[in-house]
T-cell receptor
Framework: DQQVKQNSPSLSVQEGRISILNCDYT??????FLWYKKYPAEGPTFLIS?????DKNEDGRFTVFLNKSAKHLSLHIVPSQPGDSAVYFC??????????????FGKGTLLTVNP | DSGVTQTPKHLITATGQRVTLRCSPR?????VYWYQQSLDQGLQFLIQ???????AKGNILERFSAQQFPDLHSELNLSSLELGDSALYFC???????????????FGPGTRLTVL
């Protein structure tokens, strides 16, 4: 049972345009969400996060939006650059059970930004 | 460079064998996490240690075990290996228990295990 879903395995955009990566979750106990970026042959790198008490968090070209009622979050990259080409993982954490704050990851979306 | 180191980078072994993966967390981080990434799978959480004690368990098989030593480095032991255990194994570390908003985890480069 996948609690964090990234339904698009891949996304291709032109340099300078907006990239929108989507993530859905099913567990209403999740209250903190993170995005990680992963280049080949490297470990994931933290990108941006958002608490469930907010609906938007911005950091430079990266903005994460959270829609709690829809259990949906998205990562916007504007403008997209070729160096943004990577796999993006959505992750969630929350209270409950014996693994209170463990991160649950989606399967990732491969973003390709074409020059 | 995240500050988390993992050895070895690559490991090739045969079915039925046992291997040990090693992880050194970032300086000052007390929590160590282990993840498995198989083909078509996201990062599957295996286990977390905090300051030497097991803190949380995920989808870790009984054939797998881990420990965190007094110097805070951690080892993941995989035994009776099967073909399906071939995967990337990542170690991550964090400050404290990973309570938001400080639950950002820093990942090592991973160990690629191939079971033939």
């Amino acid at each position: 049972d996948q609690q964090v879903k990234q339904n698009s395995p891949s996304l291709s955009v032109q340099e300078g345009r907006i990239s929108i990566l989507n993530c859905d979750y099913t567990n209403s106990m999740f209250d903190y969400f993170l995005w990680y970026k992963k280049y080949p042959a490297e470990g994931p790198t933290f990108l941006i996060s958002i608490s469930s008490i907010k609906d938007k968090n911005e950091d430079g070209r990266f903005t994460v939006f959270l829609n709690k009622s829809a259990k949906h979050l998205s990562l916007h990259i504007v403008p997209s650059q070729p160096g943004d080409s990577a796999v993006y993982f959505c992750a969630a954490s929350g209270k409950g059970g014996g693994s209170n704050y463990k991160l649950t990851f989606g399967k990732g979306t491969l973003l390709t930004v074409n020059p | 460079d995240s500050g988390v180191t993992q050895t070895p980078k690559h490991l090739i072994t045969a079915t039925g064998q046992r291997v040990t993966l090693r992880c050194s967390p970032r300086s000052g981080d007390l929590s160590v996490y282990w993840y498995q990434q198989s083909l078509d799978q996201g990062l599957q959480f295996l286990i977390q240690y905090y300051n030497g004690e097991e803190r949380a368990k995920g989808n870790i098989l009984e054939r797998f075990s881990a420990q965190q030593f007094p110097d805070l480095h951690s080892e993941l032991n995989l035994s009776s290996l099967e073909l399906g255990d071939s995967a990337l194994y990542f170690c991550a570390s964090s400050v404290g228990l990973g309570v938001p908003p400080y639950n950002e985890q820093f990942f090592g480069p991973g160990t690629r295990l191939t079971v033939l």
